[in-house]
Structures are given as structure tokens and as C-alpha cells.
């Protein structure tokens, strides 16, 4: 690949340039539900007022989704962020190999086709329960099914994860209600043995992410793979029976459930069976696919490894080639900023806790786990309690680190991911919002003091909203919604609204400032900061959000 070229218009400053993520931090649309202005952030609203400032798109096409009705995620959010180009991003790649019907031409969905025929068992699907697009999409798993039938496979089992983060937070019924429908009509002719065997919420069972909590993953291996769980009539009385024991329950964290058939599990997974692992997205697959495909496994006692036949519906890590079986090719991600940077010899910091470490890594890399030569990383734990409890999270470990990092001298680009907007955004609980982002704006305070001393240039922005709209919207009248106490209903999902993107050079030293671009979005940090380093940025990538000079 091409190394970077010197810019002649600007050398680069004395110190850093560092790449502030606030994950979740968007620019909201209405006062009362936007937890980023409700809170106190004196650094934000200073920047906003004295610093290079815009506003940029984090959703929709400008990441690489189908539609600008998608929200953004910060998978693909790092992505874009990373490597400086959109790249078409899971929901659209799946969505084109369906309607193509390339998905199931492919060798590996007829491979798990022809091994429960011949075996006369099951084939399986595990993944989120909902049409968020994030992690997974209720039409494709639909779309999956059709086709099993039409190829003539007669037993299928669904286990669904509940969703309430990336969709409404207690709306799990209305997908039941379609689910069910589908399921009656799919097998009203009586050719198919298709039902729900386990399930439960996405935080509490199989979706943990950066070994945080292997415990999630083992509850859901007993639930789908052992059968061993409480055990309801249907999904809808599990749910129903949940709710009424603990009120208030949010639908991400519903218990595991079994469904039962006369006297018996409708649907554990045994040897001989196929498994497909639906979810598109791969922070939180990664686990789950290890308990299916490890030889050994030493985070839980999974017991001998099963002998079924594994899919992922995407390659999840292209370095460790995780899932060994996959239906989709992800997006073939190259020349990200970290690799033109190591190939010009610039020494690299990224830094974040557990919760958003892939991120910052991993998916800035282009989904690559391995290190470039000039990158050093800090990973640091995250607390494993409900983010409501400790929404500061490592928030105040990860400023110590920059600032080191920052007064060490050693590094001309650091980065970092402050996860709270997002992770406590998710939770709903607003007061815990509120304290998230103030955490998040105490921190920006200190690594603007450090930038300021080392003559460097900070570069602020976020992967998407959601702290910034807290609250469900009526989208016939636009009015928030209330319930039937009068208080606004909660919102735990990312927003569609766009972030800020800001440049702080305290010694003006590039004289930066804004270019005249047509619909920006983070893809055009990556540009931003390799101007701001000193270099000519490559000319596919989308361009820098200033000038410099």
C-alpha cells in the first residue's frame, strides 16, 4: 500500500493529535429527552462556542447501512471512523445475498441443509429477536425459514435473544405477536415441525461481548444447548409471567426460558443438529460461537465439545477466522488509518475499558484483532454490574492513562473510546444518564488541560447518539411520549440524530478550520486527523472536515 505523503501546508503539531470517542453522545431534537444538554458539561459547551465546530452524520448510508431510517452502531461506527471510506455494512450485505439468493447458493447453508436431512434433525437458529438492524433483523430469520422449508428441512427450533436496547425497551410482545403468525402460516400445511424452543433477554443470557461476563453465555448454553431452564407453555406466557414477578422489567434483561412440549423440552440442541448463529454484528457473537467451536473451553463447564454443525451468519473476526463457518462475507475493510500511520512510522495509543475496547481496536482496525507495528493498546475492566449502578464506569482510569500517555511524549496519535453515553444510555434510567455524560464531559476538561501543555490537538466526536434522546416518540405528532403516570417513556436505543465533530488546537498552530463539505459524516474524521498529524490523507478516503494552513 501507498505510504502517506507529507503535507506541504502543514507539518503537524508539537504534541499529540487525540481522537476523543464519546460513545452515545448525539445532538438531540428535543430538550427533555437530550441527557447531553440536560447535563453539566461546561468543556462541551465551551468547545462548542470556541473550537472548531460542526455537526456530522452517524447513521443511515453515511455508515453504511441500508437507509437512513437505520440507526448507527458503534461497530460500524468505528469502522467508518477507523478507515476513512463507507464500506456497505452487515443488515445491507445480508440484505443483498438474501435478495440475490447467493446466501443460500452457498456452500455452507447447504452443507447445514444436508446435514439434518441426512441426519433427520434439527436445524437451529439463535440471534436477536427484533428488526433493530444493530445485530440482526427479524426478516432475514424469516427469509431462513422459508427456504428451510422449501429444501425440504421438517424440524427447525428458534431461541430467541429479547431485544429492548436497539428497539423499544418493553415492545418484545409485538414481535411475539408476528412471530407466532409466521409460525402458524409456515406450518399451517403440516409439512413442518417449526417452533420456539429457549429464550431470554440479550443482557442476561449469550450476547456478552469482550469476555465481560461469561456467565451471560453459560446461562444461555443451558437455556438452548441443555434445555435446562423454567419451563413455559410459549414465549408470550414466559414473557407474561416475568413481567407480572418483577414489574418494571426491562425486556434485555428477562430471564431464560424453555419451551415445553408435552411434559418434555420442545428443543435442545444435540449431536447431529445444524446451528445458525443469526446476528450479523460480531462484538457479540464472539463468545457464544467460541462455546460452540472450541475444542476446550475454560470459561465455563460446557462439557465435551458438540458434535453439530456451526454457522455464523457473518465471519465475525477475519484475523482469528471466527466462525469457522460463515453464510455472509463481511465487508473486506482495508488501508485503515492505523496501518497508513504505522507504515509511516507514527507511534499510536488507543485506549478504552473492556465494555468498548474491541471497539477502539478491533473494529477501528477494519475488524482486525491484530496490532499494527506502531500501535500500543490498554485495555482497561470493566465493572461487571448494571451500568445504572456505577455510571461513572472507567470513565476517570481512562483520562489517567491519556493524560500519561499524552505527558509521556511517546505518541503523535492516541485514541479513546468513553463508553458511558452509550452503555448507560442503554439502561433508560436517566439520573444515571446524567451523571454518565458529566463523567464524560470531567474527562475531556482534563485531557484538553494536557493537550493545551503539550501543544497538541484534540479531535472530538462519537459514534452515534442515544444519551442525547432518552425518551419514545410519538412519530405521527412528534410529542414525546407518556405513560400513564404522566412521565415521559423511556428510550434505550440509539438515536438518528447526528454528533459533534470538534477540533481543539489551543495554540492554533494548523489555523484549522472548516471545509466546505456536503453532508459529512465520521467517516471523515480518519482524513481529519491524518491532515491535523501533517500528512496528505489518501485521496479515496473521504475528505478531512477542515483545512489547514
Known amino acids: 500500500m501507498n505510504e502517506l505523503r507529507k503535507s506541504e501546508a502543514f507539518g503537524g503539531p508539537e504534541g499529540p493529535v487525540v481522537l476523543v470517542v464519546m460513545d452515545g453522545v448525539g445532538i438531540g431534537k428535543h430538550p427533555d429527552s437530550d441527557y447531553v444538554k440536560i447535563a453539566n458539561t461546561p468543556n462541551l459547551d465551551w468547545l462548542r462556542e470556541h473550537a472548531v465546530y460542526t455537526e456530522v452524520k452517524a447513521h443511515g448510508v453515511a455508515v453504511g447501512l441500508p437507509d437512513d431510517s437505520d440507526m448507527g452502531n458503534s461497530e460500524v461506527g468505528h469502522n467508518a471512523i477507523g478507515c476513512g471510506r463507507v464500506f456497505s455494512q452487515g443488515a445491507a450485505l445480508v440484505e443483498k445475498a438474501i435478495a440475490s439468493g447467493s446466501l443460500f447458493e452457498g456452500s455452507i447453508w447447504q452443507e447445514l441443509v444436508a446435514n439434518v436431512k441426512s441426519n433427520q434433525s434439527s436445524l437451529h437458529f439463535i440471534g436477536l429477536f427484533s428488526d433493530g438492524n444493530v445485530h440482526s433483523n427479524l426478516n432475514h430469520l424469516e427469509a431462513m425459514l422459508h427456504r428451510a422449508k422449501s429444501e425440504g428441512v421438517k424440524k427447525a427450533r428458534i431461541h430467541p435473544l429479547i431485544d429492548g436496547r436497539d428497539v423499544p425497551p418493553t415492545s418484545v410482545l409485538d414481535y411475539v405477536e408476528r412471530f407466532d403468525k409466521f409460525l402458524e402460516e409456515i406450518t399451517a400445511d403440516g409439512s413442518v415441525d417449526y417452533c420456539i424452543a429457549s429464550g431470554g433477554g440479550r443482557m442476561h443470557i449469550t450476547m456478552d461481548r469482550y469476555n465481560a461476563n461469561w456467565r451471560m453465555v453459560e446461562r444461555g448454553w443451558d437455556a438452548h444447548v441443555k434445555a435446562e431452564g423454567r419451563r413455559f407453555a410459549t414465549m408470550r406466557e414466559a414473557v407474561e409471567t416475568f413481567r407480572q414477578e418483577q414489574p418494571g422489567i426491562l425486556d434485555q434483561d428477562l430471564p431464560a426460558f424453555v419451551i415445553e412440549r408435552n411434559g418434555a423440552p420442545a428443543g435442545p440442541i444435540v449431536e447431529g443438529d445444524s446451528v445458525i448463529f443469526f446476528n450479523f454484528r460480531g462484538d457479540r457473537s464472539l463468545e457464544i460461537t467460541k462455546a460452540f467451536e472450541a475444542e476446550e473451553l475454560s470459561e465455563f463447564d460446557r462439557g465435551p465439545k458438540l458434535d453439530v454443525l456451526y454457522?455464523?451468519?457473518?465471519?465475525?473476526?477475519?484475523?482469528?477466522?471466527?466462525?469457522?463457518?460463515?453464510?455472509?462475507?463481511?465487508?473486506?475493510?482495508?488501508?485503515?488509518?492505523?496501518?497508513?500511520?504505522?507504515?509511516?512510522?507514527?507511534?499510536?495509543?488507543?485506549?478504552?475499558?473492556?465494555?468498548?475496547?474491541?471497539?477502539?481496536?478491533?473494529?477501528?482496525?477494519?475488524?482486525?484483532?491484530?496490532?499494527?507495528?506502531?500501535?500500543?493498546?490498554?485495555?482497561?475492566p470493566s465493572d461487571v454490574c448494571p451500568f445504572e449502578e456505577a455510571p461513572r464506569m472507567k470513565a476517570d482510569e481512562i483520562t489517567d492513562a491519556v493524560v500519561k500517555a499524552i505527558e509521556s511524549g511517546e505518541y503523535r496519535f492516541i485514541r479513546l473510546n468513553y463508553p458511558n453515553g452509550d452503555m448507560v444510555g442503554h439502561t433508560g434510567v436517566v439520573d444515571a444518564v446524567k451523571v454518565a455524560v458529566e463523567a464524560v464531559d470531567e474527562g475531556l476538561g482534563r485531557i484538553m488541560?494536557?493537550?493545551?501543555?503539550?501543544?497538541?490537538?484534540?479531535?472530538?466526536?462519537?459514534?452515534?447518539?442515544?444519551?442525547?434522546?432518552?425518551?419514545?416518540?410519538?412519530?405521527?405528532?412528534?410529542?414525546?411520549?407518556?405513560?400513564?403516570?404522566?412521565?415521559?417513556?423511556?428510550?434505550?436505543?440509539?438515536?438518528?440524530?447526528?454528533?459533534?465533530?470538534?477540533?481543539?488546537?489551543?495554540?492554533?498552530?494548523?489555523?484549522?478550520?472548516?471545509?466546505?463539505?456536503?453532508?459529512?459524516?465520521?467517516?471523515?474524521?480518519?482524513?481529519?486527523?491524518?491532515?491535523?498529524?501533517?500528512?496528505?490523507?489518501?485521496?479515496?478516503?473521504?475528505?478531512?472536515?477542515?483545512?489547514?494552513?
Open 311 to 380: 454457522a455464523g451468519m457473518m465471519q465475525y473476526d477475519g484475523d482469528l477466522r471466527v466462525p469457522e463457518k460463515y453464510l455472509v462475507s463481511p465487508p473486506a475493510i482495508n488501508r485503515t488509518m492505523s496501518e497508513y500511520l504505522s507504515n509511516a512510522d507514527v507511534k499510536q495509543f488507543a485506549i478504552s475499558e473492556t465494555q468498548k475496547f474491541g471497539h477502539v481496536t478491533y473494529f477501528f482496525n477494519g475488524n482486525n484483532s491484530g496490532k499494527f507495528a506502531t500501535e500500543t493498546w490498554q485495555e482497561i
Open 449 to 549: 488541560e494536557a493537550v493545551k501543555k503539550a501543544k497538541g490537538i484534540m479531535v472530538c466526536s462519537a459514534d452515534h447518539g442515544n444519551s442525547d434522546d432518552m425518551c419514545e416518540v410519538d412519530k405521527k405528532t412528534g410529542e414525546l411520549k407518556l405513560d400513564d403516570e404522566g412521565k415521559f417513556l423511556p428510550k434505550t436505543a440509539h438515536s438518528l440524530n447526528p454528533v459533534p465533530a470538534i477540533v481543539y488546537d489551543p495554540v492554533n498552530v494548523s489555523r484549522a478550520r472548516l471545509a466546505d463539505l456536503r453532508d459529512p459524516g465520521i467517516a471523515n474524521l480518519a482524513a481529519t486527523c491524518i491532515t491535523l498529524l501533517g500528512f496528505q490523507p489518501p485521496e479515496d478516503y473521504t475528505p478531512s472536515l477542515v483545512e489547514v494552513g
